[in-house]
């Protein structure tokens, strides 16, 4: 059993900003509410999301008899204008980065887990949520309360038991729905589960080049991924 006091000072110690744990359960349906997302065809051409869905709700089916999912996070900067290429995007690829620092995460602890950075087929911002590093809000990603959801995520799937798992925090969205108004092409649901329509979200569209902007979308300026949502969200300001 891993003293989850050691995994975070370790985690801290590779250059993740926080660190939860959680229980490998399976997700539930209000957790992650996919299969209604993909019942409503939201998902637009992401037809990967199709695949694999058991496996995204239950980590147990990725990596065989897992225990814990233990979660990072790695903060970086809000963009310092509006326009252009997403705050995500503009340093160094982020997916190798987090994955360098899961991989010597793993090393440093000495187990067996298997490392995953959005490429993998496991939902990285509710796996985040359940670990108690923030909360799933109104415009779909993790906002913590530190970094707002200036956020990248990534995760070691493990066999090993962890002496104490985290809390989920409860969503203080509440009936703020700025990040939904700020989308000039309504791609955010305004109620309901946390729930965004992929065929109107302009970091769709530029992110995936072999599907065309369609007539009278608006990219406000953005040519690589869209941060509006982000910059109308309350607990961004703070940064």
Same mark, same amino acid.
């Given at each position: 059993?891993?003293?989850?006091?050691?995994?975070?000072?370790?985690?801290?110690?590779?250059?993740?900003?926080?660190?939860?744990?959680?229980?490998?359960?399976?997700?539930?349906?209000?957790?992650?509410?996919?299969?209604?997302?993909?019942?409503?065809?939201?998902?637009?051409?992401?037809?990967?999301?199709?695949?694999?869905?058991?496996?995204?709700?239950?980590?147990?089916?990725?990596?065989?008899?897992?225990?814990?999912?233990?979660?990072?996070?790695?903060?970086?900067?809000?963009?310092?204008?509006?326009?252009?290429?997403?705050?995500?995007?503009?340093?160094?690829?982020?997916?190798?980065?987090?994955?360098?620092?899961?991989?010597? #995460?793993?090393?440093?602890?000495? !187990? &067996?887990?298997?490392?995953?950075? +959005? @490429?993998?087929?496991? *939902?990285?911002? /509710?796996?985040?949520?359940?670990?108690?590093?923030?909360?799933?809000?109104?415009?779909?990603?993790?906002?913590?309360?530190?970094?707002?959801?200036?956020?990248? #995520?990534?995760?070691?799937?493990? !066999? &090993?038991?962890?002496?104490?798992? +985290? @809390?989920?925090?409860? *969503?203080?969205? /509440?009936?703020?729905?700025?990040?939904?108004?700020?989308?000039?092409?309504?791609?955010?649901?305004?109620?309901?589960?946390?729930?965004?329509?992929?065929?109107?979200?302009?970091?769709?569209?530029?992110?995936?080049?072999?599907?065309?902007?369609?007539?009278?979308?608006?990219?406000?300026?953005?040519?690589?991924?869209?941060?509006?949502?982000?910059?109308?969200?309350?607990?961004?300001?703070?940064?």
């Amino acid at each position: 059993m891993i003293s989850s006091q050691y995994i975070k000072l370790v985690a801290a110690e590779v250059g993740f900003d926080a660190c939860g744990i959680a229980a490998a359960g399976p997700l539930t349906d209000e957790e992650y509410p996919l299969r209604s997302w993909l019942a409503r065809g939201w998902h637009a051409g992401l037809s990967y999301m199709e695949r694999n869905i058991d496996k995204r709700m239950d980590p147990s089916l990725l990596v065989e008899g897992a225990k814990s999912v233990i979660c990072c996070v790695s903060a970086y900067p809000p963009p310092a204008t509006r326009g252009g290429t997403a705050a995500y995007a503009v340093s160094r690829e982020y997916h190798q980065v987090v994955k360098d620092m899961l991989f010597r #995460l793993r090393q440093r602890l000495g !187990i &067996e887990a298997k490392a995953c950075c +959005d @490429t993998v087929p496991i *939902s990285d911002k /509710h796996w985040a949520a359940r670990a108690g590093l923030g909360w799933i809000g109104r415009n779909t990603l993790l906002i913590t309360p530190q970094w707002g959801s200036w956020v990248n #995520l990534g995760e070691l799937v493990t !066999i &090993e038991p962890c002496d104490h798992y +985290d @809390t989920p925090i409860p *969503s203080l969205c /509440h009936d703020c729905n700025l990040c939904v108004d700020a989308c000039p092409n309504h791609a955010l649901a305004p109620d309901g589960p946390p729930m965004l329509d992929a065929r109107h979200c302009t970091a769709y569209y530029t992110t995936h080049h072999e599907r065309p902007i369609p007539p009278g979308h608006l990219t406000a300026g953005y040519t690589q991924g869209c941060d509006l949502c982000q910059l109308a969200c309350p607990h961004n300001r703070t940064r």
